[in-house]
């Protein structure tokens, strides 16, 4: 029998999800989802509830034993009861948490509503500020472009990002930054897990938030190059519509949700998913392993939710439909510009002429090699190192 004396526990979430109750600690990152009954168990455990008092409670209420052994080997592999003279674990202390609540107010919510009002406006008026692909190429200078759109770029990255993080902090949760990898591209993360341990209606800010600053920033660039018609600043101008170009180009990214973009975790919230991309790569893996076009082998189905199984096939569809459309609208708004950077860079390199537009077209050549091989290896490897390090969820008392 186990012991009678309560036991101790760190400061845990509860969240009713679609699958269960969602049970977690904020400052480790430590998850599980549990049945309804399970969660009532453990609610009554913190609440100090004896062990041998909390097994009776179970039989008498759910008319059946509970393996109560096993039930506390999860729990203190999950890191959710305190062992020893160990302390309960302190809730971190949040900066930025008014500025989020600012950042979020109905007079800040005007202001990006006017931004973009005023961005269709102009844009209709003046259809040169409509983004296209030439308009990354402000100057002549591939050197020029690349180290211009990287160095705006970088901010706007920072940009998107840090209104992730301040509506996280708006809501009192330790958001913070890492770096990661989308197929070959370096990305700015905002690690969002603790938004686990809020009700879901309360996640969907946060997801949307990255979007939110694209548009904004999208919208006020293009009113900066409406404003800068022509002068000794006229290059100004040229470059705030590449930047818009290329923010818009990442605004359209994000709506890829079968890459996990932030459009992705929007979809999940609201189908009450927990791994709705995992389970639909299973799906199609063993649908092509069926077929004969895979031997790879899957991860088994009891690896994910019932909801995640059920749904799988339809977001299977969709991430099929939507890497044929990505491809396809790729064509339209990033071919036009890779054909002329390389037409650019080929006409540079066989110009017969060692000059400046030749070390332009070659020092091009090196930046595009390492934006595209070296930089993707390098942080793939720091991110596979992380997943292998984190926590991980589980499902417990099924």
Excluded at 263 to 279: E, F, I, N, P, R
Aim: glycine share 8%.
């Amino acid at each position: 029998m186990p012991d009678i004396a309560p036991l101790a526990f760190h400061p845990l979430t509860f969240v009713a999800e679609h699958d269960g109750v969602l049970v977690g600690r904020q400052d480790t990152d430590s998850y599980a989802v549990l049945p309804e009954d399970g969660a009532q168990l453990l609610h009554r455990l913190v609440d100090g509830m004896p062990v041998a008092e909390a097994v009776s409670w179970y039989r008498a209420t759910y008319a059946e034993p509970v393996d109560i052994a096993d039930f506390l080997l999860t729990l203190r592999e999950l890191g959710f009861v305190r062992t020893g003279d160990e302390p309960p674990a302190v809730p971190q202390r949040v900066r930025f948490q008014r500025l989020g609540s600012l950042a979020f107010s109905p007079p800040l919510w005007i202001c990006y509503l006017g931004l973009v009002v005023a961005c269709v406006v102009v844009m209709s008026w003046q259809p040169r500020l409509l983004p296209r692909p030439g308009n990354v190429f402000f100057i002549r200078s591939l050197i020029g472009v690349q180290l211009a759109v990287f160095a705006t770029q970088m901010p706007a990255l920072a940009w998107h990002e840090w209104f992730h993080v301040l509506a996280g902090r708006r809501l009192g949760l330790p958001t913070r930054l890492t770096v990661g990898r989308r197929l070959f591209f370096v990305v700015v993360e905002t690690r969002l897990n603790a938004l686990l341990g809020v009700p879901p209606r309360r996640r969907y800010l946060p997801f949307l938030a990255g979007m939110l600053a694209d548009l904004v920033l999208f919208s006020g660039l293009t009113l900066v190059a409406a404003a800068d018609r022509s002068g000794p600043l006229a290059w100004a101008g040229r470059l705030a519509l590449a930047a818009a170009y290329v923010t818009m180009l990442r605004l359209a990214w994000q709506l890829c949700v079968f890459l996990r973009t932030d459009s992705y975790y929007v979809l999940t919230t609201a189908l009450g998913c927990t791994d709705l991309a995992g389970a639909s790569a299973a799906y199609l893996r063993g649908l092509a392993d069926r077929m004969g076009l895979w031997r790879g082998g899957a991860r088994p189905d009891t690896e994910f939710s019932a909801r995640d199984r059920a749904l799988a096939p339809a977001f299977g569809l969709v991430t099929v439909v939507g890497v044929t459309a990505m491809f396809a609208l790729a064509g339209i708004a990033i071919a036009p510009a890779i054909v002329e950077f390389f037409t650019r860079l080929g006409q540079g390199l066989a110009s017969g002429t060692v000059g400046a537009r030749f070390w332009d077209s070659t020092g091009s050549l090196v930046i595009t090699v390492t934006q595209l091989a070296v930089l993707p290896l390098l942080v793939g490897r720091r991110a596979r190192k992380q997943r292998r390090n984190k926590p991980q969820t589980k499902e417990a008392l099924t």
